[in-house]
Each structure stands twice: as structure tokens, then as C-alpha cells.
């Protein structure tokens, strides 16, 4: 059965420098999401990405955040420049249309230092 | 705003004995309610959502508008079922999902 993979599964880095988590979401899938966990939180959505725009995007979602879709597989999250307040547990997920089931990877650990 | 309000972080039960986990919610307007689970050490997976009146390893929920709730029953939980549990929803045109804190169910031998 096909599946979203995230890539790395953990990324350490220091706070203001730059990171790129990766997603490969299902082949057929249309819509593309952004969710994270910060522990002990709920799980938040942060952005949507449908037909290579931002379709929804919550308050979280600000200008040190961006997403791409550079080819026709990848799709990622950047955070410009990261703080302390960023280390999460940040989910991708994929949904084959716009209200069908959102099918989750397993997730990338950010810790920033 | 919606808001998904899952009131129990822990629930424990024996094999064999009936489990409800509780969850409500705030919304005006008539919302998509769903079930996720997370095994240990695995990712987030769809359980049920109520438009499709299924039941999945016999669990089911009933959406009460009237108590806006959408609590998850099973008859006779299993070891199996130990996992966390999110209660979230989809309301108002949004594609995003809104989730509850999560209740960690542990079943007993």
C-alpha cells in the first residue's frame, strides 16, 4: 500500500539557521498539507498546497515559513530561520481531493538548539 | 473558532471490558468529524469518520449534534487497541483538520 514518506525522520539544528524537511506524498494524491506537534500539544495544521498555491494557511504559517512543490514528487516545508519555539514533531500528509481521508507520514523530529 | 476538547489524557481498561472515549466539540455549523489513531511507533491513521457510518475493529461513533460529541465506543476492547486516540474535525469549507489533545488508551491483560 502506498505511503507519505518524510525525510530526515530527526534533524537537529541551531537556532536561525535554516532547515528543509522533505515529503513524498502519495503519486495520486492532489492536496498536500503541513501539520506539526510541539510536545505535549495538540496537532496543528500550518499550511495546505493544492494546483502549486498555498490553498489555506493557519496564524503559525508566517513569513519564515514557506512550501514547494520543486518537482513532481517532493513537496517540503522551509523554516527561513528557526527559533527555539519551532521544535516540533512535523507531520505531512496528502489527500487524493479536497474533503477525502488525509493519509499522514510518519513524521520529522525538529529539535532546535 | 472550532475546538475539539477530548477531556481524558489517560484511559485505562481490562481486556474483554467496554471502552468510550469522549470527545466534543464547538462549531456553529454542522462539522466532519473524524477518529485517528496512532499505534506506538507508528504514524497517524484514519479510525472512522462519521459520514461514512462504518465501523472499523469494532469501534463506532455517534455524532450527537445536540451534545456536540462524538464520542469512540468498542463493546470489548483488546490489547491491541492500546494506542492514542485524536478526535478531530473538518468544518466550514476549511481542508484543514482541527484535533483534540488525544486520549492514550492502555487495555490490561
Known amino acids: 500500500e502506498p505511503e507519505v514518506t518524510q525525510t530526515p525522520s530527526h534533524q537537529v539544528t541551531q537556532m536561525g539557521q535554516e532547515v528543509i524537511l522533505r515529503c513524498v506524498p502519495i503519486s495520486n494524491h492532489l492536496y498536500f498539507y503541513w501539520y506539526r506537534q510541539i510536545l505535549g500539544q495538540k496537532v496543528e495544521f500550518l499550511v495546505s498546497?493544492?494546483?502549486?498555491?498555498?490553498?489555506?494557511k493557519s496564524e503559525i504559517f508566517d513569513d519564515q515559513f514557506s512550501v514547494e512543490r520543486p518537482d513532481g514528487s517532493n513537496f517540503t516545508l522551509k523554516i527561513r530561520s528557526t527559533k527555539l519555539e519551532d521544535s516540533a514533531m512535523y507531520f505531512c500528509?496528502?489527500?487524493?481531493?479536497?474533503?477525502?481521508?488525509?493519509?499522514f507520514g510518519p513524521g520529522t523530529r525538529l529539535t532546535v538548539t | 473558532a472550532q475546538r475539539v476538547t477530548q477531556p481524558e489524557k489517560l484511559l485505562s481498561v481490562f481486556k474483554g471490558a467496554p471502552v468510550e472515549l469522549k470527545c466534543n466539540y464547538s462549531y456553529s455549523g454542522s462539522p466532519e468529524l473524524f477518529w485517528y489513531v496512532q499505534y506506538s511507533r507508528q504514524r497517524l491513521q484514519l479510525l472512522l469518520r462519521h459520514i461514512s457510518r462504518e465501523s472499523i475493529k469494532g469501534f463506532t461513533a455517534d455524532l450527537n449534534k445536540g451534545e456536540t460529541s462524538f464520542h469512540l465506543k468498542k463493546p470489548f476492547a483488546q490489547e491491541e487497541d492500546s494506542a492514542m486516540y485524536y478526535c478531530a474535525l473538518i468544518a466550514g469549507g476549511s481542508e484543514k483538520l482541527v484535533f483534540g489533545k488525544g486520549t492514550k488508551l492502555t487495555v490490561n491483560p
Open positions: 500528509a496528502s489527500s487524493r481531493t479536497r474533503l477525502s481521508e488525509q493519509y
Open positions: 498546497f493544492y494546483n502549486n498555491e498555498i490553498s489555506e
